[in-house]
């Protein structure tokens, strides 16, 4: 998980127009990782959840920066996104080729990067 985590991170970065090197890219790396691992909040999220939060994240605000907190937020976005997705097709019915986001899943996804090596 941790090198696709970094190459998350590192397409960030340049997409924001850094020039981040890459001791900073390994620690934030580590540090996200562990806390992706380790902090409930997350717990049904995939590595590719993570890259949409990502990729969301830098083309919807107009003022980004690369640290945990930045990380943060755009994860616990994309969280509710997801959570939104999955209620309108369970909970309201509507068609899920209609739902933005919808993963059928989603709900049963418990412990995704918990499975991961964060060393």
Known sequence: M???LYDIIARTSIELGL???GK???VLTKTFAYDLQ???KFKRLTIE???DAFRLGVRNEK????NIKTFYRWCLEHKSRL???YYEVHRYGVNPKLVPYYKPNYMNNNKQL???NTN
Do not use: H, P, R, V
Request: hydrophobic share 25%; charged share 35%; glycine share 4%.
């Open 83 to 85: 959570q939104y997705a």
């Open 24 to 26: 900073t890219l390994a």
């Open 2 to 4: 941790k090198d696709k």
């Open 63 to 66: 003022e980004s920066f690369l």
């Open 49 to 51: 959840d993570i890259d």
């Open 19 to 21: 020039k981040t090197d």
């Open 114 to 116: 918990q499975n991961g």
């Open 38 to 40: 380790n902090d409930n």
